[in-house]
Structure formats: C-alpha cells, structure tokens
C-alpha cells in the first residue's frame, strides 16, 4: 500500500485549504487503496478571512495546523515532522491558504516568500524523485520546487501562468478534467477551482490527478 503525505494549509478556500479540494483528495487516495497522513504547518495564517462576507475578519488570528485538523479529524501532523523516507507520494490541494499561509505567492507574485519548513518537505520529494500533485493555486510552490522549465498547470489564467512561468516553470494551459504531467520531474498539476464551476468539476479534476500520480513508478 503506497503512503502518500498531504500538506494542508488551514481551512476555508478564501484563507486556507480549499475544503472540497481536501476532501475529495483524502477520498480519491482510499479509493486508489493508499492510505496517508496529513501534515501542515504550526503557523499563523495570514489573515482571517469571513467566509460569509469575504472580508477580513479585522483582529482575528488562526493557527494553519489548529485549522488543517479540522479537515483532517485531528489526525494530522506538524510539516516539520515529515520525513520523506516514510512516504511514496506527496500531494498538495489547493485554496488560497497554499498561496497566503505556504508561500505568499497570492500577495507578492514571482517575488513571494516560501515557509521554511514547506519548502524543505517538497525539495525533499523532489530530490528523492518521488512523485508529487499539487493542485489549484498550489503549484505555486512546485514552480519554486522544481524550476528548471518543469511542465505544470493552473488551469488557464493568464496572469497567475505567467507568475508561475517567472519563478521558473512552463506553464501548460489544461481543461477542467485533465492534467498535466511532466514525466521527468513525476509532477502532476490540475486546475480544480482554479476552472472548476462546482463540486464534481473539481471531483474530476483531483481524482483524475489522484489516480494519475499513484500510478506513477
């Protein structure tokens, strides 16, 4: 049974983890019959935002780790303390959280700041040549990742490709439904809510990019 590790970023798609994302994620990995642990990082997002109104919520903090255990039924672990010896796969969902609370790629671009411990995990992967997803937004960390024109996409929106394409990457515009593979660096990108108009859109999507990288050698 393959072990995939799973980095969240909090809870809520505007401030955190996109929960669909996560959810159907978590699903989609027991269906392919793998199991996996959940880890994010033990740090204050970077606002609060009321999911309500779409305001920030002004005075308010929150804890990324204390939030991600909501997604995760308390069974998750601190990012520092991934090894990435005990895993096979390592995927991330999207959600603003992975471009606020992982990197700040959604407030300062090509020239966004990486948390420490994140990016430590993901290098890890990548230099073991384990295979990787990262869903949504989340490329934003494997442009950072990988470089080195590394095959991956966001979906199709033009700005945010060409944010990636400037830390590094080549940005390859996908439908919905599909994937982008760059076989060589085993990384696997998908739109998700980058495109998705609802639940089972971005189902398609993060199942298919599931599906994808656990079949990978």
Do not use: W
């Not at 971005?202 to 199942?207: F, K, Q, V, W």
């Amino acid at each position: 049974m393959k072990q995939v590790a799973v980095i969240l970023s909090g809870s809520g798609v505007f401030d955190g983890a996109e929960l669909h994302e996560a959810v159907l994620t978590l699903l989609a990995i027991e269906q392919e019959g793998a199991s996996y642990q959940c880890f994010a990082p033990d740090v204050e997002q970077l606002h609060v935002i009321n999911h309500l109104t779409g305001e920030v919520a002004e005075g308010e903090t929150r804890n990324v780790l204390v939030e991600s255990a909501r997604i995760a039924r308390g069974n998750i672990k601190p990012i520092a303390e991934c090894d990435v010896n005990a895993f096979d796969v390592l995927i991330l969902p999207g959600g603003f959280g992975a471009a606020k609370n992982l990197c700040t790629f959604a407030v300062d671009g090509k020239n966004c700041a990486y948390n420490e411990d994140v990016l430590n995990v993901c290098e890890a992967f990548a230099r073991a040549k384990k295979p990787a997803a990262y869903a949504c937004i989340a490329p934003a960390l494997a442009a950072k990742v990988y470089g080195n024109q590394t095959k991956m996409t966001i979906g199709n929106d033009k700005d945010t490709a060409e944010g990636l394409n400037a830390l590094g990457a080549c940005h390859v515009d996908c439908a919905v439904d599909e994937v982008v593979v760059d076989n060589d660096a085993k990384l696997v990108t998908t739109p998700a809510y980058m495109m998705a108009n609802s639940i089972s859109e971005a189902h398609a999507s993060i199942s298919k990019m599931v599906s994808t990288v656990l079949a990978m050698k």
